[in-house]
């Protein structure tokens, strides 16, 4: 069914066509992250939720992906500081090329409010830049969100089943996901002991080992 509906004007694939050659072009494997903030912290307190952090993103790739590194992050999301805070975070753990593709138009990050009084022109220049972004997000080699969000069900749909990718490419920071039980049931991931502080610890005793003369 989503791959019969899942169609989009001529207009529209053709810049969906052009943001993807951009990440064919990016070093292997990509690695796409959504970035939530604007008013999902509001509502996670209003549902006693935890809001999740740049530092739970990390984690969850770190621990559902042990010892892969490098390729290329690609960070998508709407506020500025978290996604920054995520790019740092990305960098110094996962050693990756860190590239932000698209920039959210309010720096705070996305409140309904506020998108709907944007004029009629601006919202449907957002929306298609929202297209572009999640078929980035579909089509990268491996995927990182937050199902306390929307977008990632989005995501999760498209990949799994208009773009046929494993589900083991995309982890969730609820550790509810299919894929996160499947590398768990094959033992290589997602057992909530890797993190950052733990791969830090690890290097830093590889590091002492290899200055030990022998």
Not at 16 to 22: F, K
């Amino acid at each position: 069914m989503v791959r019969k509906t899942w169609r989009l004007q001529p207009s529209v694939q053709k810049e969906v066509d052009a943001a993807l050659a951009i990440l064919d072009g990016y070093a292997k494997p990509t690695i796409a992250f959504h970035v939530r903030g604007g008013d999902k912290a509001t509502e996670d307190a209003i549902i006693g939720r935890k809001t999740t952090r740049p530092t739970d993103l990390i984690n969850t790739y770190l621990d559902n992906y042990p010892g892969m590194r490098g390729g290329t992050c690609v960070l998508i999301g709407d506020d500025h500081d978290a996604v920054s805070e995520t790019a740092k975070l990305a960098w110094q753990h996962i050693g990756c090329a860190v590239v932000r593709p698209s920039v959210y138009y309010r720096t705070q990050g996305h409140h309904q409010g506020a998108f709907n009084s944007l004029p009629l022109q601006e919202r449907c220049k957002e929306t298609i830049q929202l297209i572009k972004d999640l078929e980035m997000m579909a089509h990268a080699d491996y995927f990182v969100g937050s199902s306390t969000s929307g977008i990632p069900h989005i995501i999760a749909a498209l990949r799994m089943t208009v773009y046929l990718k494993s589900q083991v490419t995309l982890a969730d920071v609820s550790y509810d996901d299919m894929g996160t039980r499947i590398r768990r049931h094959f033992g290589i991931g997602g057992f909530r002991n890797v993190s950052m502080s733990v791969a830090a610890q690890r290097k830093h005793s590889q590091r002492r080992l290899l200055a030990q003369p022998i």
